[in-house]
């Protein structure tokens, strides 16, 4: 069983950083792309970045563009979403998922097989 844990989110003013973090383990399993998902209250899951291993291709929102950055360290096989210049309305539950293959569409939910439990990033104005 594949298990996807994110971790790192808590409330914190508008204007500062926050790094979340994600690792899958479990039984032999190797990720071709992790992406990162958030969902507000009352509102529907939405696409935040994605990181495909092959080539290290990055995708994001247009509304995170610029102010969040995905990484991934191999050595802690982790990928990591830094996250600057929070604003009140990125305040969701964040997703992280994992896909076992290469996408040609990162942004879909659909691509990804497994899915964290979510980690809550709540700013404050």
């Known amino acids: 069983q594949v298990q996807v844990v994110e971790s790192g989110g808590r409330l914190v003013q508008a204007g500062d950083s926050l790094t979340l973090s994600c690792a899958a383990s479990g039984r032999p399993f190797s990720s071709a792309a992790m992406g990162w998902f958030r969902q507000a209250p009352e509102k529907e899951r939405e696409f935040v970045s994605s990181?495909?291993?092959?080539?290290?291709?990055?995708e994001y929102a247009d509304s995170v563009k610029g102010r969040f950055t995905i990484s991934r360290d191999n050595a802690k096989d982790t990928v990591y979403l830094r996250m600057n210049s929070l604003r009140p309305e990125d305040t969701a539950v964040y997703y992280c998922a994992a896909a076992e293959r290469l996408t040609a569409t990162p942004r879909l939910p659909s691509a990804y097989e497994y899915w964290g439990q979510g980690t809550q990033v709540t700013v404050s104005s």
């Open positions: 990181l495909q291993y092959l080539g290290y291709s990055t």
